[in-house]
C-alpha cells in the first residue's frame, strides 16, 4: 500500500492520501482522543501517536494536526504507518456513523438556504476538500451564514480570509439575501 501526502495552506496539518475511500459520504472531524473515542477506530489509533492534535476524515483523504511540540519528520512515519496498519489489515474508520448536526435556519428561508448550500457543495466544497478540508453549513439568520472550517482549514492562517473575501463575497454575488458570512462558534 502507497500513501501519498500533502502539503496544505496550514502548516500544522499535513493531507495522507491512502488511495481508498475514507468516507462514502460526508467528513468527519475529531479535535481530541475523548471525541474519537467509541466513533473511529482509526482515529483512535492515530491519536495514540505523540504529537497528533486532529484528526480530519474526508471522502479519500485523512488530514492531521500536529502539535506545536513536535516536527513533521518525526511524527509522519508514525502516522504513515498506523494508517498502513489499519488499512491493509481490513479495520473500518468508523465502528457506526455519527449524526450531524440539524443546521438553524427558518423554514421560510429554506429555498435560500438551498441556494447557499448548492453554491458550497459545487464551488467551495471541491477546493477546500483539495487543501485537505471542508466547510460546513451550520445555519442561516437575519442575512448572516454560518459555517464551520473543518480538518487542514480549521486554524490555518488564510482561514478567515477564505470565508471573507471568498465566500462571503460569491454568496452575495448570487444571493442577494446573504449580508455576511461568519464562523460558526
Known amino acids: 500500500m502507497f500513501i501519498q501526502t500533502e502539503q496544505t495552506p496550514n502548516p500544522a496539518t499535513l493531507k495522507f492520501i491512502p488511495g481508498k475511500l475514507v468516507m462514502e459520504e460526508g467528513t468527519l472531524d475529531y479535535s481530541s482522543a475523548e471525541a474519537a473515542e467509541g466513533e473511529s477506530p482509526l482515529a483512535e489509533r492515530l491519536f495514540q501517536v505523540d504529537g497528533v492534535r486532529a484528526v480530519f476524515f474526508g471522502n479519500d483523504f485523512i488530514t492531521i494536526t500536529k502539535s506545536d511540540t ?5 511524527l509522519k512515519p508514525a502516522v504513515l ?3 498502513m496498519e489499519h488499512f491493509t489489515a481490513g479495520r473500518p474508520v468508523l465502528y457506526e456513523t455519527a449524526a450531524a448536526p440539524e443546521p438553524i435556519f427558518d423554514q421560510a428561508d ?10 458550497l ?5 471541491p477546493a477546500v476538500a483539495q487543501d485537505g478540508g471542508d466547510i ?3 445555519g442561516f439568520e437575519q442575512g448572516v451564514v454560518y459555517l464551520t472550517m473543518r480538518g487542514a482549514c480549521a486554524g ?4 478567515t480570509a477564505t470565508l471573507k473575501m471568498g465566500i462571503e463575497n460569491m454568496l452575495r454575488h448570487y444571493i442577494p439575501e446573504v449580508s455576511e458570512v461568519r464562523a460558526a462558534l
Open 121 to 125: 457543495d459545487t464551488r467551495v466544497r
Open 136 to 138: 460546513v453549513f451550520q
Open 110 to 119: 429554506n429555498d435560500i438556504v438551498r441556494q447557499i448550500k448548492e453554491l
Open 70 to 74: 513536535v516536527e513533521w519528520y518525526e
Open 81 to 83: 504507518g498506523t494508517i
Open 156 to 159: 490555518c492562517p488564510s482561514s
